[in-house]
């Protein structure tokens, strides 16, 4: 081979190292520009997942929140509905407070039941809690008692021995002391809270707002707690497109 054609040769392959290198480079760059677009459309399809994912969140606590009021406001009429007149103990924009036998627990004495009598018979005063009010009512009278111990199928055990007679047949029942009150945090967010003989709950959370009227049998607003016939509760929060409003009788 003579020295010409070794120098076609070398330039022949230098030519071929270069359109190589070109070619590499073409494709590095092309590359580049797809792994970017990939990056670009990755983080736009993460951000419109994180947006649907907190739409969906949104939506689902919502429902949690409209659930919560529904419930929480036929507790509270079915609770109201059981209270009268006489036994409201307080009545303000921001508590109500009164007495009923929330649990129906009643029962009638099978003897009579004399002056200084601290156990008293009854037909059935099983799962009547310690500590709990009973009221006794004969033909005109009643008389109020604290339960010493736990109520027993055939009797009910008082603190203190009553001091009325009251014949065979009189009605004994549980009175509940029950409080609807509004609770605010410290951020200005509102809660009805509900206490039933010192025990407080959060019945309703997440409010904007909460208040109490009290209607008298006319339609005006009643001055005075004896004359309450219609309590009503409004309520506004942010998960509610509207302010929400119940309405409830008292008993007669």
Known sequence: MNQGDCTGIDKQRRR??????????????????????????LAAALNALNVAQAHVSKQHSDLRH???????????????????????????????????????????????????????????????????????????????????????????TLTEPVTLSFPAGSSVEVSNRVVYYTKRDENGTAKLMRMVDGGASILIGDLDNLHFTYWDERGRVAQQPSLVKRVVLEIESNHSLHRMMREVSLRS
């Not at 070109?22 to 990056?39: D, F, P, Q, R």
């Not at 009598?117 to 008692?145: L, N, R, Y």
């Open 16 to 41: 071929s190292i270069n359109i190589g290198f070109g070619e590499h480079g073409v494709c590095l760059t092309e590359l580049m520009v797809s792994l970017t677009a990939g990056a670009i459309v």
């Open 66 to 156: 409209q659930q919560d009021l529904r419930l929480g406001l036929e507790v509270f009429e079915q609770e109201v509905r059981l209270a009268a007149a006489d036994s409201i103990l307080s009545a303000t924009p921001d508590e109500f407070q009164f007495h009923a036998n929330i649990s129906a627990h009643r029962t009638m004495t099978t003897g009579p039941v004399v002056p200084g009598q601290s156990v008293i018979a009854v037909q059935d005063g099983s799962g009547w809690s310690e500590g709990k009010i009973v009221i006794i009512c004969g033909h005109q009278v009643c008389e109020a008692h604290r339960l010493s111990r736990s109520g027993q199928h055939y009797q009910l």
